[in-house]
T-cell receptor
Framework: QKEVEQNSGPLSVPEGAIASLNCTYS??????FFWYRQYSGKSPELIMF????GDKEDGRFTAQLNKASQYVSLLIRDSQPSDSATYLC???????????FGKGTMLLVSP | KAGVTQTPRYLIKTRGQQVTLSCSPI?????VSWYQQTPGQGLQFLFE???????NKGNFPGRFSGRQFSNSRSEMNVSTLELGDSALYLC???FGTGDGNTIYFGEGSWLTVV
């Protein structure tokens, strides 16, 4: 069974710090990895996705992928209180056109 | 550019009834997927449609069904509702299905079964 594991948190960081969110996956067939942010009572909002080993940067966000270790991470630089949300990691397998989600990590950024 | 549109946003149904949820994907997107989100199980895949064909189905009972129309709009139906079907139902759309395709979610339909 395909699994995506995330620490449920909460991960607490002060404003301006770097938040590091981690995710591991079990299925080596997974090819792309997505990070979504979900505020309470709202739907998931796409932050970014990555499918090549290494780093991918978009503004304050950097996704890192290590396929050999089956590990994905999301770094948020200069964290803001508005970043407080649940962050969902998802593995995508194009052959099945499905996203397998982790349970999410709650991030709390204190002013 | 309009996003993924789901209707209705909120609904309350009684056990045993059926419900139909609708999803209009982003213009030009041909793949539509449905997910169920509950506090206990998180986000779980229901099914995926591409060009009116269901290509993959998650581990849900046959009471859950769906379809896609020629304009890529999709509907899902849940028959004989149970209390455990109370959840946020999310539709996701993407242009294609290969790597590199961004997948966007709609705002969801909140279903409460009483």
């Amino acid at each position: 069974q395909k699994e995506v594991e995330q620490n449920s948190g909460p991960l607490s960081v002060p404003e301006g710090a770097i938040a590091s969110l981690n995710c591991t996956y079990s299925d080596r067939g997974s090819q792309s990895f997505f990070w979504y942010r979900q505020y309470s009572g709202k739907s998931p909002e796409l932050i970014m996705f990555i499918y090549s080993n290494g780093d991918k940067e978009d503004g304050r966000f950097t996704a890192q992928l290590n396929k050999a270790s089956q590990y994905v991470s999301l770094l948020i630089r200069d964290s803001q209180p508005s970043d407080s949300a649940t962050y969902l990691c998802a593995a995508y397998e194009s052959g099945y056109s499905t996203l397998t989600f982790g349970k999410g990590t709650m991030l709390l950024v204190s002013p | 550019k309009a996003g993924v549109t789901q209707t209705p946003r909120y609904l309350i149904k009684t056990r045993g009834q059926q419900v139909t949820l609708s999803c209009s994907p982003i213009s030009g997107h041909r793949s539509v997927s449905w997910y169920q989100q509950t506090p206990g199980q998180g986000l779980q895949f229901l099914f995926e449609y591409f060009s009116e064909t269901q290509r993959n189905k998650g581990n849900f009972p046959g009471r859950f069904s769906g379809r896609q129309f020629s304009n890529s709009r999709s509907e899902m139906n849940v028959s004989t509702l149970e209390l455990g079907d109370s959840a946020l139902y999310l539709c996701a759309s993407s242009f294609g299905t290969g790597d590199g395709n961004t997948i966007y979610f709609g705002e969801g339909s909140w279903l409460t079964v009483v």
